[in-house]
T-cell receptor, first 115, second 113 residues
Framework: DGGITQSPKYLFRKEGQNVTLSCEQN?????MYWYRQDPGQGLRLIYY???????QKGDIAEGYSVSREKKESFPLTVTSAQKNPTAFYLC??????????????FGQGTRLTVV | GDSVTQMEGPVTLSEEAFLTINCTYT??????LFWYVQYPGEGLQLLLKATKADDKGSNKGFEATYRKETTSFHLEKGSVQVSDSAVYFCALIDREYGNKLVFGAGTILRVKS
């Protein structure tokens, strides 16, 4: 079955460490997105990518980095510059030119905690 | 830029009550509109969608109509169940302008038996 896989489900980071969250999709989607969700809050866009080797900053990109070397993969690195990284991270994908009603599909999320 | 505004929650209802969650949007182009649902500790699942004015999306008893004149996409259900308790997100994607997927803040729904 096609879908989006995020790993790991739970991740613990020490102060000052960089960590990378994985997002893989086998839906043949061009566009991929990373969102951050804090308790009781909505989704805030970190980065998004419309095509391989290209990506754009979202609303809260500071302290994060991404790469898009393959269509299927869009890893997110939470760097030590991100002062408050504890949150639930969601990855999504959608077809870029798939027509007006093409919805986004989401992974199950990664819960990152700073220890 | 594009934005989505939802009514604040939490919304607390008794089982079989009528549900309305308001959603309005601002967009540069002609966006597609979506409602997503999130259960605790999980990702988001598509609930329903609409792609053009006056379209009605529906699924599992939920409905929403794309109202271009009022830039709204309110979610309704005639009779809620305890299992409908979740967080509901209104969203848009504007394919003419960067294909950015924009979400509202989410509305928590709690249904009591």
């Amino acid at each position: 079955d096609g879908g989006i896989t995020q790993s790991p489900k739970y991740l613990f980071r020490k102060e000052g460490q960089n960590v990378t969250l994985s997002c893989e999709q086998n839906l043949n989607h061009d566009a991929m997105y990373w969102y951050r969700q804090d308790p009781g809050q909505g989704l805030r866009l970190i980065y998004y990518s419309q095509i391989v080797n290209d990506f754009q900053k979202g609303d809260i990109a500071e302290g994060y980095s991404v790469s898009r070397e393959k269509k299927e993969s869009f890893p997110l690195t939470v760097t030590s510059a991100q002062k408050n990284p504890t949150a639930f991270y969601l990855c999504a994908s959608t077809r870029r030119g798939g027509g007006a009603g093409t919805e986004a599909f989401f992974g199950q999320g990664t819960r990152l905690t700073v220890v | 830029g594009d934005s989505v505004t939802q009514m604040e929650g939490p919304v607390t209802l008794s089982e079989e009550a009528f549900l309305t969650i308001n959603c309005t949007y601002t967009a540069t182009g002609y966006p597609s509109l979506f409602w997503y649902v999130q259960y605790p500790g999980e990702g988001l699942q598509l609930l329903l969608k609409a792609t053009k004015a006056d379209d009605k999306g529906s699924n599992k008893g939920f409905e929403a109509t794309y109202r271009k004149e009022t830039t709204s996409f309110h979610l309704e259900k005639g009779s809620v169940q305890v299992s409908d308790s979740a967080v509901y997100f209104c969203a848009l994607i504007d394919r003419e302008y960067g294909n950015k997927l924009v979400f509202g803040a989410g509305t928590i729904l709690r249904v009591k038996s």
